[in-house]
């Protein structure tokens, strides 16, 4: 008990301190050029101290508070997390359902496997410009592009999880006298279950990335089109705060995920070196 | 001489086999019903072709795609842009695969090394690839750099979960079985942690070889004077769809090729492991 809190205490304490340590040496780094006059330094390293490139702590933090009050931010928050939600549930479902058919029906895994080494390939995010001049710049092409990602990226740790179980566990159950239903509730999904979690983990960052990368390519809100515009006007700050934005955001989806797979896949004894 | 013939007889006895078999039949109906269906939905002659997406521009047919194809060699545009992909995307792999597989390793293995640098790596981790290039465009400017980079943090953020998980999901029970036995910290390394780690750091290292494709066409949609990204940009500028599905094609095979490379190294690591179901 007591050994298990040092532990835990020594992890936040170190946790803390690391960031800490970042958050003050950027302030300080970022504010060089308010205490001292920058001519003085070489000519790098003057433009790296510029507010245009290191944009100060404070006004990072002003522009946060403006754009939360102002609630830009949560509208375009809003569209992002939407477009993303749609498209992430449509397409896990539809990859998860494709990829255990494919391993389980030899039939069906020869008839589409053609197509799917075709199309598997391809990073999702070179069909944004096809679905863009298909449909047009809006919510459509950004949430079919999701779905199709999170697709992919599903259908792949979903198929290779149900084929790589190892044969032994198919053998026992069988010996046993499972039968079809007995064998895919009780042997091969739980089996296959931690890499088709961490494969759904795969497509909840990849989606959250993607939304991002549709929106900076053609959107008109969203955090990504936030981003982009801020970095037409030189507004790093605004930048800054996009991306911070994004980051809690991405961590907020993760924590749940991990959370998620921890829980599901607790009959898993991890080791520790 | 002999010899010779006698392989060749094996390679055709084997090709003759592979068409023979079911697999290839089922396959061949799946890709022909793709291409087929696509083929009558853009065919020229089609009385609703002048309609919404069935447009010329936007579905073209096989000899549109292939005359587009011409095209872009004479015009040189092709060549240029698979030899400056490539060299952007091996730059970029090298140097973040070192960089990510190396703190993933030392993260999964010491515990304060780990905490410490916890934070910052989750914090770069968690920013999703993309969302660095207006801001490298403001710091660094459109040019190499910036894709360079890009791809960079990419792939270290990709093969670093992958090595972090291959030391952390290492059963406890080989470590207990190689302690009971004797093995001091050094065999307790490379007799155990690093063979079992190997697995899911090479899925983090082939994985990575996606996440670097999928940084380097949108990096280079949104920002570059030559590659594949470019080429599908092109192709949504001119309104002209069979240039996109020429660019899609191109990353698909290159990202196809890549990724057999991954494959087979994956494949040879992980030759131990016992399959169930072949893959």
Not at chain 1, 137 to 165: M, N, Q, R, W
Request: hydrophobic letters at 55%; proline letters at 4%; aromatic letters at 14%.
């Amino acid at each position: 008990m007591f050994n298990k809190l040092s532990k835990d205490n020594e992890k936040y304490f170190l946790y803390f301190f690391s960031l800490s340590f970042i958050f003050l040496s950027y302030t300080i780094i970022s504010n060089i050029y308010l205490c001292v006059d920058t001519n003085v330094f070489p000519d790098l390293l003057k433009k790296m101290l510029h507010p245009a490139f290191l944009p100060p702590t404070q006004e990072i933090l002003l522009f946060l508070v403006k754009s939360i009050m102002d609630g830009t931010l949560q509208i375009h928050l809003f569209s992002s997390f939407s477009r993303t939600f749609i498209g992430l549930i449509v397409g896990t479902i539809l990859g998860f359902l494709m990829g255990f058919l494919m391993a389980w029906f030899k039939k069906i895994d020869y008839t589409l496997d053609p197509i799917y080494e075709l199309l598997r390939p391809i990073p999702p995010i070179s069909f944004v410009t096809l679905f863009i001049l298909w449909f047009g710049i809006g919510d459509f092409s950004i949430i079919l592009l999701i779905i199709y990602g999170s697709f992919v990226v599903t259908l792949i740790p979903t198929y290779h999880a149900i084929k790589e179980v190892p044969d032994i566990y198919f053998k026992a159950a069988k010996v046993l006298g499972a039968n079809t239903k007995m064998l895919l509730l009780k042997v091969v999904f739980p089996a296959a279950s931690p890499r088709i979690l961490a494969g759904f983990r795969y497509a909840v960052m990849g989606a959250w990335g993607m939304v991002v990368a549709a929106e900076l390519i053609g959107s008109t809100s969203g955090i990504g089109y936030l981003i982009s515009k801020s970095q037409a006007t030189l507004d790093t700050h605004a930048v800054l705060v996009g991306i911070m934005v994004l980051v809690s955001c991405a961590f907020i989806f993760d924590a749940i995920v991990r959370f998620l797979i921890s829980y599901l896949t607790r009959w898993m004894k991890r080791g520790r070196w | 001489m002999e010899k010779l013939k006698f392989k060749f007889i094996t390679i055709k006895s084997k090709l003759f086999k592979s068409i023979a078999s079911v697999s290839f039949r089922y396959g061949l109906i799946g890709l022909g019903c793709f291409f087929g269906i696509y083929g009558i939905l853009s065919f020229p002659l089609l009385p609703i072709r002048k309609q919404l997406v069935l447009r010329p521009e936007f579905l073209p047919f096989y000899t549109e795609i292939i005359e587009k194809i011409d095209f872009l060699i004479k015009v040189g545009l092709l060549q240029k842009s698979i030899e400056e992909s490539l060299f952007r995307i091996s730059q970029g792999y090298v140097i973040g695969a070192l960089i990510g597989c190396s703190l993933g390793f030392i993260m999964g293995l010491y515990r304060r090394i780990e905490y410490f640098l916890d934070p910052p790596v989750t914090i770069i981790r968690y920013v999703p690839a993309l969302a660095w290039v207006p801001l490298f465009i403001l710091w660094f400017g459109i040019g190499e750099l910036t894709k360079v980079l890009l791809i960079v943090l990419g792939v270290m953020s990709v093969t670093l979960v992958g090595a972090y998980h291959g030391v952390r999901d290492i059963p406890d029970i080989y470590f207990k079985a190689a302690k009971v036995l004797g093995a001091n910290t050094k065999m307790l390394l490379l007799k155990v942690v690093f063979p079992a780690a190997l697995p899911q750091t090479f899925a983090g290292l082939r994985l990575a070889i996606g996440t670097a494709w999928m940084i380097i066409v949108a990096a280079e949609i949104i920002a570059s004077k030559a590659g594949l990204g470019y080429i599908l940009l092109a192709g949504r500028n001119f309104a002209q769809a069979s240039i996109i599905f020429i660019g899609i094609a191109l990353i698909g095979l290159l990202a196809f090729i890549t990724d057999r490379i991954g494959r087979v190294a994956y494949m040879y690591v992980t030759r131990w492991m016992k399959r169930g179901l072949e893959v």
